[in-house]
């Protein structure tokens, strides 16, 4: 299932000489959305964190200075101690202008190395996949 987790709007100081969104603010909008999927997900309650291991963008059609978007999230895998989620940039007729497929693996705050999920986190994530 896809969710919605953001809306963005982009503006001309998005833009690189060419007139192109610049790739860095793709970026930064799929960092925001990630950020909005976990805190939905109930992953910042806890010492047991999602950091990001891998991320893979394609772009499929231009993004222009004044443009709205909106990113759904959608959870492609659960693992022991990973997750992947694919975030889509859609325009408001549903077109989709860009993907993003983040593998977050969790990370224990206080020994600073990856732990297991926590239980919550599995279950918020399970039945968003559903």
Request: with cysteine.
């Amino acid at each position: 299932m896809s969710v919605p987790v953001l809306t963005a709007v982009f503006h001309n100081w998005h833009c690189d000489h060419f007139g192109h969104v610049n790739v860095r603010h793709y970026a930064g909008v799929f960092d925001d959305a990630i950020f909005a999927f976990w805190t939905r997900m109930g992953a910042a309650k806890s010492g047991i964190v999602p950091v990001t291991a891998t991320i893979t963008t394609a772009f499929k059609s231009e993004v222009q200075a004044g443009d709205v978007v909106q990113i759904m999230a959608s959870v492609t895998r659960i693992g022991g101690k990973s997750a992947t989620i694919t975030l889509t940039m859609q325009d408001p007729t549903g077109g989709i202008r860009a993907t993003c497929e983040v593998v977050e693996v969790f990370f224990d705050m206080a020994t600073r190395h990856s732990a297991p999920m926590p239980d919550a986190v599995r279950q918020a994530l399970t039945e968003a996949a559903t």
